[in-house]
């Protein structure tokens, strides 16, 4: 079974840099590509980006150049730049073994989320 663990959420004020990360574990974990997703309150989750073991990366449209997915092994980071109140939401990591990268119901396993506030 794989688990996926984010960390590196919390109180932020608008304009900071925040880096997320994502602890895989379990078996063949470093084959999946990792994803990263975020739910703002009252809104549906949406497409960061992912990566797989090789460095490839896919963004979602949402991310208009100021986050950056990273990866080494079963550990994925989001670095988010300039944040601003619209960043607040639970971003969550997820792990897909073979569909489509953007989708979501293509990730097998996920984890339990971590919370950014961005204050004003």
């Known amino acids: 079974q794989v688990q996926l663990v984010e960390s590196g959420g919390g109180l932020v004020q608008a304009g900071d840099s925040l880096r997320l990360s994502c602890a895989g574990s379990?078996?063949?974990?470093?084959?999946?590509?990792m994803g990263w997703f975020r739910q703002a309150p009252g809104k549906e989750r949406v497409f960061l980006g992912a990566?797989?073991?090789?460095?490839n990366i896919q963004y979602g449209d949402s991310v208009q150049g100021r986050f950056t997915i990273s990866r080494k092994d079963a550990m994925a980071n989001l670095e988010m730049k300039n944040v601003s109140p619209e960043d607040t939401a639970v971003y969550y990591c997820a792990a897909l073994e073979v569909g489509t990268w953007s989708r979501e119901v293509d990730y097998v396993y996920w984890g339990q989320g971590t919370q950014v506030t961005v204050s004003s």
């Open positions: 379990g078996p063949r974990v470093s084959v999946y590509i």
């Open positions: 990566i797989d073991l090789n460095g």
